[in-house]
């Protein structure tokens, strides 16, 4: 019989405890899930979704929070994540301190090298935690939008991006995926 080498479940206390960073880092059921530095244009499609939702957010009567990563999030008991990007209805305050600990409304994921892990395993985990929509963006050009219960109806998006969660939103995504901006 041969038993394969398992690398031990730390609490989310353990977790909190590590080092501050800069880096991708992941609690899921007790296995911590680093993600390798994201590239320049991973983070520069994040950077004009973020600005377009901050914009957005500001001409609202009530407070939105736009934020992205790298800042915790607790989804669950032992499950603390760092989506892109999210939206949460309400106001963060300014001297909260530690993982944030209201579920957003919604979550984005700008595709990278571990993509099964954003489009399947961290859609399935904002499902359980009760997020209301997940972007999945891919750098190439495309956002698919799942909503619905369980995060199980997709649309693919190529060309405008305005959902019902967020009223008078409206992202024109060829903009968005231009190599250059006019």
């Not at 991973?42 to 990563?69: C, D, F, M, N, Y």
């Not at 309400?90 to 984005?108: K, S, W």
Request: hydrophobic share 45%.
């Amino acid at each position: 019989m041969t038993s394969a080498a398992q690398r031990p479940l730390i609490t989310e206390e353990e977790f909190l405890r590590l080092p501050e960073s800069t880096s991708k880092i992941e609690l899921v059921d007790g296995e911590v899930v680093v993600s390798s530095s994201p590239g320049y244009w991973h983070q520069e499609v994040l950077a004009r979704i973020v600005v377009a939702l901050r914009s957005w957010a500001s001409k609202r009567k009530s407070p939105v929070t736009v934020g992205q990563a790298p800042l915790d999030m607790h989804f669950a008991p032992g499950r603390i994540l760092q989506p892109d990007a999210f939206v949460l209805f309400g106001r963060i305050p300014r001297a909260h301190q530690g993982p944030i600990d209201r579920v957003p409304e919604l979550c984005i994921e700008v595709l990278s090298s571990d993509r099964l892990y954003d489009r399947v395993t961290k859609r399935l985990l904002y499902a359980a935690a009760g997020v209301q929509e997940y972007w999945v963006v891919e750098p190439a050009g495309a956002v698919e939008r799942w909503s619905g219960r369980g995060l199980a109806r997709a649309a693919a998006l190529r060309q405008r991006l305005a959902t019902p969660l967020l009223p008078g939103f409206d992202l024109n995504l060829p903009r968005v995926f231009a190599t250059k901006l006019r």
